[in-house]
DNA sequence: AAAAAAAACAGGAAAAACCCTGTATAAATT
DNA sequence: AATTTATACAGGGTTTTTCCTGTTTTTTTT
């Protein structure tokens, strides 16, 4: 196996230095570069410098963070492999660097085995993800209704999600067997009770607390 | 450790009892039970059997699979610990499992210890996930806007994101600085390509197709 | 420069959505 | 039984949306 260029991008230099003597004690990995944020990878990436197999990034760094950073690598370099490396075990963090192309998401403290482990299986199957990713993308998926202030009627629910079809009110009406003045109602009702202007303010406000299934 | 009480529940019956005695092999574990179908399982619960620690569940079965399963369990038992046990790695079936509470989902082509290690870490530590789910999980994640079959001019892009907005035609004229006439036309070709009938349908269009961002 | 295509805009009208106020009836409270 | 509350419904008016058929202006193509 040919050995694999690493970058490491973090601003914390006495860690990216250590981590630098780490990486370079394994077998198969040699760190190429190093640099204190996103801007500066842009910067050399943009300007020639050869890919590196894998970057390990930070998160939190001055000028161009890590999220920045991952979006512009997904853009412009997504065969590139990252690990990210961070202090921060934030979901919406977590989330948002998975999202956009982090093909491992490990916390500083682990154990130097398992960082390696980590490299060696990003580079062999493309991914490495732990609990902390898992468990972010599970409660990503949540979705169950929100606790509403409000406690609404079976038929103000049925209401809602045929508003949120592409149905008339008279449709609407004729499906709920009830007069389009009943129906005209119950949108008035929800209108002021979500303090929504029109159909498509109470389509936002069903999406957003979980009332419909799209 | 106490011995920790097993359900399975599998029609396939030859599959079924190889695994108890699998199980029943294992240090800690013991099968209680096995059921062919979910209703066996709900009824038996429902009049007073006492609660397993796991269940191994498959999806495929008559009467009541596993999905109708899972969510009788995630609404009257969330607290017994199931793990899947499936022919099928359909990434929507994984995910309506996870989502409805299973701690784990496993194929039915894995090696015994691996069921083992499950079975320990659902116990230990809550859940078990395997690359199955993790995969199933990031892709369920994915927000590209899909490809569209048309391609969309900036100015159509904009309308149809503030037409997803709580304004009306007019404000959306205003902020884009065009006549309502004009903005008009662009609802009238949208509508055409799109193929829906009102603004309501414009909205389902556009977020099944990722074009806006709630 | 002429022709074609795309983008911006209009008139006019019907349909649907929106809003306000008020009534009859059934259901729940007291 | 009397009162309140909730539900279904109406009249009638304003605004917005939707639809159809054009014209003018700008941009692109030839």
């Known amino acids: 196996m040919p050995i694999r260029r690493v970058i490491i991008v973090d601003d914390h230099k006495l860690f990216a230095h250590s ?3 780490l990486v370079n004690d394994f077998n198969d990995y040699a760190v190429v570069d190093t640099f204190s944020n996103g801007a500066e990878l842009v910067e050399k990436l943009s300007s020639g410098m050869e890919n590196p197999h894998v ?26 492999k990252v690990i990210v490396l961070s202090m921060e075990d934030e979901e919406t963090t977590v989330l948002s660097m998975i999202k956009n192309g982090a093909k491992g998401y490990l916390l500083k403290d682990i154990e130097p085995d398992l960082l390696k482990k980590a490299l060696d299986t990003v580079v062999n199957d493309g991914y490495f993800h732990t609990d902390i990713v ?60 979500f303090k929504v202007k029109n159909r498509i303010g109470l389509m936002i406000f069903a999406i957003k607390n979980n009332l419909i299934e799209l």
């Open 19 to 21: 981590l630098e003597h």
């Open 134 to 193: 898992t468990l972010a993308l599970m409660h990503n998926l949540d979705d169950e209704p929100k606790k509403l202030k409000f406690d609404l009627k079976d038929k103000e629910l049925q209401f809602i999600q045929l508003a949120c079809e592409e149905k008339t009110y008279k449709e609407i009406a004729d499906e709920m067997m009830l007069s389009p003045k009943t129906i005209d109602g119950y949108r008035q009702h929800l209108f002021e009770l």
């Open 55 to 80: 970057i390990l990034l930070d998160v939190k760094m001055p000028i161009m963070d890590g999220i920045a950073t991952m979006k512009w690598l997904k853009k412009y370099r997504p065969f590139v």
